[in-house]
């Protein structure tokens, strides 16, 4: 009977890591260039499969049964976000696919969000995080936001005066990006892309659907509760039968 506990617990834990993901996707709904995320588990002995196993996908038995259910992964969905107009010179939207690529104090970062400014020393810059990079991976001087900027991304001045050019950087295999929980994302084998499509004074909006994230809420609430109200049950059943047991 104890073995119920093991179900329960891990249930409750789960629910709950799924309530925090469903809550930073709906905390994040107005940011820009936000991606939703999806949590998913599987039992504990498939997990462990898949880290003792070995490419050949031929694992070693490590029990009969599995009482407890483990967080296998948060896979973020990239499917795009509607662009809005802001009629903000700074302000980007990529079309299709790629990021923007951002010089940071740990290494180059990519980010979905176009919402960019100028630094004390007039190169763009994604406020708080670091230098906006062009296709070659140089930061970008504009000392203005006085611009005119096609849709390749190519900055020019209001007079033609070119300026530089907002590089967007798509990636082989996207099963490799990660979050970093910053609304940045990390990765290797990022290239410039040849022919990228973006919309000058537009943001793209999160592609969190709110709707679909209220009934998540709703069902892992009530999953949670639950699992909560029938562990409560358990613990009185034990109680008296360790009760019932030593009176006889």
Known sequence: MFKGFYNLTSGMVTQQQHLNVVGNNMVNISTAGFKESRYAATTFDDVMYARVG???????????????????????????????????????AIMGEGFFAVQTEDGVAYTRAGNFSLDDEGYLCFP???????????????????????EQGVIST???????QLGVYTFPDMEQVEYDGRGMFTGEGAQ??????????????????????????LTCQRSLQSAAQVTKMYDELMSHVSSDIGRM
Do not use: C, H
Not at 128 to 150: C, M, Y
Not at 158 to 164: R, S
Not at 198 to 206: A, D, H, Q, V
């Open 54 to 92: 070995n490419k050949e996908k031929i694992y070693t038995d490590i029990g009969r049964q599995s009482y407890i259910r483990a967080n296998s992964e948060i896979k973020v969905l990239f499917d795009q976000g509607i662009p809005e107009p802001t009629g903000i010179p700074l302000d980007f």
């Open 158 to 164: 209001e007079g033609g005066a070119f300026l530089g």
């Open 192 to 217: 410039a892309a040849a022919a990228p499509t973006i919309y000058w004074k537009y943001l793209e909006r999160s592609n969190v659907d709110m709707i679909r994230q209220m009934t998540e809420m």
């Open 128 to 150: 708080g995080v670091g230098r906006v990079l062009d296709p070659r991976g140089q930061t970008i001087q504009l000392n203005t936001d006085k611009l005119s900027v096609d």
